[in-house]
């Protein structure tokens, strides 16, 4: 049976009190309430019944210990998995660069293509553009308030953060994160590593951090 | 292959973590090591049997460490593993929800199967045990999902408030207030079980 709750009070309290989580201050004020309160002494005892501190009642039933063949068989099954996740992400992006390697040898052998949308009667790709708009106007690049960072290092001067496209609801798209392919990412000073992201996300997309001008 | 050693402290997880998810096996092995309890733990509690738990502790391992663009590293990678292994565990529930009828039968063949002999010998206390056990993992089920996943990644996890808020992206007040009320509907189940 739960105490009524009292004016100005939250029973809540005296869960947090129970588990140490409260500050001194906190208990103090906790305490003074049940030296008037004693009727809430029942539910304080519940609520240490059945903490985490109550090893009459846990121990007994914990959860009975997977056996060390089966802690073995488990941590072997995840670096598999692991190794296997590895294997098909570099393998992804050892294609994709191929792919990109061979796209960027096109562009310099073969000739560049005709713009013919300079012309006045538009093709029909070109349709709703004011003429001349192709290749003329300039595209619209993203401040600082359009780019979600999703990762930082704390020292991240000179490394690599990954952020989400700035115009991704727009037109305009430079690349996808599978696209990408890092050859070398290193850590800071500190031995930490910048986050890369492990699998592909088709709106999410590396961006180099420049470290800023003094 | 690098040591590990001295990555071992709690400061040198993130480096360890991103070890681990480039396959370096000893910084999985220190990773498993060091977390491996709490999450079966935690994984056993919200499915009611090991065979499960081992199995939702695994998928959960292989998330957290090749889904690293969704850890904020805000907290710790503890944190977040509970987090992807408690989401696991349900996820797993879900699908095998038949198995819950037979989760007490499944957690006491666990115990036989794993070998582990409690250090008593006396059947009658094995016995009121093997009940409570099954008593307390049938009211666990009987809470909120909500309140189930909050009072087990406190209870089992050994998660402060504030861990358990991160995982769950919640405020230290609802876990609060998710604990008291959880408590407080387990007594009235077990009123009859556990002395307060």
């Known amino acids: 049976m739960t105490t009524p709750r009292p004016e100005n009070f939250p029973l809540e309290l005296l869960a ?26 029942e539910d304080l005892e519940t609520q240490e019944a059945f903490g985490p501190g109550n090893v009459d009642l846990w121990g007994p039933v914990s959860p009975p210990s997977p056996s060390a063949d089966d802690w073995i068989a488990t941590r072997e ?8 996740a590895n294997r098909v992400r570099w393998a992804g992006w050892a294609g994709t660069f191929g792919l990109l390697a061979t796209a960027a040898t096109l562009m310099f052998v073969l000739p560049a293509p005709q713009h013919n949308c300079v012309d006045p009667e538009l093709p029909r790709d070109c349709d709703g553009l004011p003429p001349g708009s192709i290749d003329d106007e300039p595209y619209p690049m993203a401040s600082s308030a ?27 798209s430079f690349a996808k994160m599978s696209e990408v392919q890092f050859h070398n990412v290193g850590t800071d000073l500190a031995g930490r590593f910048p986050e890369v992201m492990n699998e592909a996300a088709d709106d999410v997309l590396p961006m180099l951090w420049a470290p800023r001008e003094p | ?4 050693t001295a990555q071992a402290s709690p400061d040198g997880e993130d480096v360890l973590v991103a070890r681990a998810a480039r ?16 999450a079966y733990r935690v ?22 460490l090749t889904h690293l663009h969704g850890f904020e590293r805000r907290s710790s990678f503890k944190t977040w593993l509970l987090r992807v292994v408690s989401n696991a565990a349900l996820d797993l529930g879900r699908q095998r929800r038949r198995r819950e009828r037979l989760s007490v039968e499944a957690s006491n063949r666990a115990t036989s199967e794993s070998g582990q002999t409690p250090e008593h010998s006396d059947p009658c206390r094995e016995a009121e045990e093997s009940d409570l056990r099954s008593a307390v993992a049938e ?17 089992d996890g050994g998660m402060s408030y504030r861990e358990v808020a991160d995982t769950m992206g919640i405020s230290i007040g609802t876990v609060m207030s998710r604990l008291f009320y959880a408590r407080q509907k387990l007594r009235g189940i077990l009123a009859s079980r556990v002395q307060a």
């Open chain 1, 77 to 84: 099954c995840i670096g598999r998995q692991m190794r296997l």
């Open chain 2, 139 to 155: 009211a666990l089920m009987m809470l909120p999902e909500s309140q189930r996943r909050t009072f087990i990644l406190h209870v």
């Open chain 2, 23 to 38: 396959g370096d096996g000893a910084a999985l092995d220190e990773l498993f090591s060091r977390h491996r309890d709490h």
């Open chain 1, 146 to 172: 359009d780019v979600r960072i999703i990762s930082l290092p704390e020292s991240a001067s000179g490394l690599l953060v990954v952020g989400e496209h700035p115009l991704r609801d727009s037109f305009l």
């Open chain 1, 16 to 41: 947090a009190y129970a588990d140490g989580e409260l500050s001194t201050e906190d208990r103090s004020r906790v305490e003074c309430w049940l030296a008037e309160n004693h009727e809430a002494l």
């Open chain 2, 43 to 64: 994984a056993y509690r919200l499915l009611g049997n090991s065979e499960d738990a081992l199995d939702a502790l695994q998928e959960g391992f292989i998330k957290a």
């Open chain 2, 1 to 4: 292959m690098r040591p590990v």
